[in-house]
């Protein structure tokens, strides 16, 4: 899903590979296509990933936000800490 949001928003505002790859020519609308697949698909993969990980109807938002973040916070903590 992160990569789906950087590459439409670095197309889109020309920043990142999105940019980069507008700047060397790339179609953006290619660009912007891939990037709404790869959301596509990461919805439809966490909708069924829920199960798994004890998410319901009833779980609390508190505890999905844990969750969530759990999963993407180490990864974008590298993306920074790391050159």
């Known amino acids: 899903m992160i990569n789906g949001i950087y590459l439409l928003a670095g197309t889109l505002l020309n920043f990142g590979d999105g940019g980069e790859l507008v700047l060397l ?26 199960n798994y990980l004890g998410l319901n109807d009833r779980t609390p938002i508190v505890r999905r936000i844990l969750i969530i973040t759990g999963g993407f916070a180490p990864y974008m903590a590298l993306i920074f800490l790391l050159p």
Do not use: A, C, K
Not at 28 to 45: D, R
């Open 25 to 50: 020519s790339m179609n953006p609308s290619i660009i912007i296509l891939m990037g709404i697949i790869y959301l596509l698909i990461s919805m439809v993969i966490w909708s069924n990933l829920h």
